[in-house]
């Protein structure tokens, strides 16, 4: 687009203070006027401070669940989408989900982390994931992804500590726009989250990885925080789980996670472990999973104080629609947790909230685009509503 297309008001959403006095300039505003209007928007909430202005998504569901830490909340912003690849059975828009996770620390301070959709499904084809069963209709800008946050902070009213990328899509098949969003997201004069705030979460593709090994060396992304999504403790069953294990296996995973930790200092990478009942919870796969992670324990690079080379998160399965596999029991769950505590593991576990309103990890799906796994693929429209 060029800046004469959208003169007057210009949309901040999408673009670091310094890009949206940039557009402004080239249109005649001031920089003064330009960072007025940018803050009114981004650090007040409103909607429209000319030049600036910015149109909502509308929230279409909004569904919360009381839990122990306090109320989890999804929201579905309805994105417009003419191209939308179901538009001739009436589908014209894309819808993206959001969800704000209460959490209670150490300390007892109550926060919140929202956890951000990076694209419209997902390309992957992870087994045990939601998104998935939808394949990739399409990526998300920079703007839908700040939208989120926008929404979170300003229309559900709650004030976001931590921002992290593990709704809907990978991070790393879109990973300009993310980067991006990052930026606006970090601004001083905007969001200001602070970067070691910020997670971003992969199924491994180690040419994103590679990526972001650069960017550390740049200043200000060396504390941005990484996950990595490894959900098997052997590439057999990896590869069984998750497709893109044939194209980068674990060993390819652990060079890379070894060479990141060398250049962020020895800051922890998330090591995150979907458990599920009769697939990867055995004994055997808790001491390949000790052995993987053996390198990351001892740490020579470790800035003083930094803990943990990597630090393993398992998350309970939560059911995907038609699932072939239970939720692991709590017992089950304490049995994989306390066996990999016994092998010298610093393990989290992981807390399911939002399991009932489908927003739980690997849950978010548009029910709309669900409804598509029940129709026949006609041209016609009669099956939409055949649930
Ligand atoms: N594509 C990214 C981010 C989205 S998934 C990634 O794979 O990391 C966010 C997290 O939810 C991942 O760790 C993923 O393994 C986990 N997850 C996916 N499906 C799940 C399910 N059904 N139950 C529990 N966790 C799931």
């Known amino acids: 687009m060029t800046i004469a297309d959208d003169i007057n008001p210009i949309s901040p959403m999408g673009l670091t203070l310094a890009a949206y006095q ?4 080239a ?26 202005k910015i149109e909502m998504p509308a929230v279409v569901t909004r569904q919360e669940e009381p839990g122990d830490e306090g109320i989890t909340i999804k929201f579905v912003q309805r994105l417009p989408n003419p191209e939308h690849r179901l538009a001739d059975r009436g589908i014209d828009f894309d819808d993206i989900e959001s969800v704000i996770i209460p959490m209670i ?3 007892k301070r109550k926060t919140h982390t929202l956890c951000v959709s990076s694209q419209v499904g997902c390309a992957l084809g992870c087994d045990f994931c939601e998104t998935a069963q939808m394949g990739l209709i399409r990526s998300l800008t920079a703007a839908e992804i700040v939208a989120q946050w926008w929404a979170a902070k300003f229309i559900e009213g709650v004030h976001i500590d931590n921002i992290v990328f593990m709704g809907m899509g990978e991070p790393m098949d879109n990973l300009d726009e993310v980067l991006l969003a990052i930026e606006c997201l970090t601004d001083h004069n905007g969001a200001n989250i602070p970067m070691a705030s910020i997670t971003i979460s992969t199924v491994g593709r180690v040419d994103g990885l590679e990526r972001i090994k650069e960017l550390v060396q740049v200043r200000g992304w060396k504390r941005l925080g990484l996950a990595l999504s490894l959900n098997a403790s052997n590439d057999e069953v990896r590869s069984k ?29 998330m090591i ?8 990867n919870d055995a004994d055997e796969h808790a001491i390949e999973l000790a052995a993987w992670m053996q390198p990351f324990s001892k740490d ?6 930094k803990g943990h080379g990597g630090l393993l998160n398992i998350i ?3 059911p995907r629609r038609d699932s072939p596999w239970p939720a692991p029991t709590e017992e089950q769950t304490d049995q994989f947790v306390t066996r990999l505590m016994k092998l010298g593991l610093f393990v989290n576990r992981r807390r399911t909230k939002g399991r009932d309103s489908m927003a739980a990890c690997g849950q978010l799906g548009t029910a709309e685009i669900r409804k598509r796994k029940f129709v026949p693929m006609t041209s016609n429209n009669q099956g939409l509503d055949a649930k």
Request: hydrophobic share 35%.
């Open 22 to 25: 940039e557009h402004c300039t």
């Open 27 to 52: 249109v005649g505003i001031g920089r003064g006027k330009a960072k007025e209007a940018y803050k009114a928007i981004l650090c007040d909430g409103q909607m429209e401070s000319l030049p600036a």
């Open 105 to 107: 620390g150490r300390s």
């Open 241 to 269: 789980l998750m497709p893109i294990n044939k194209k980068w296996n674990m060993q390819a995973l652990q060079d890379i996670l070894l060479e990141l930790r060398e250049v962020r200092g020895g800051r922890k990478i």
């Open 272 to 279: 995150e472990y979907v458990l599920i009942p009769g697939v």
């Open 300 to 305: 020579p690079t470790r800035e003083k104080g």
């Open 316 to 318: 309970p399965y939560n």
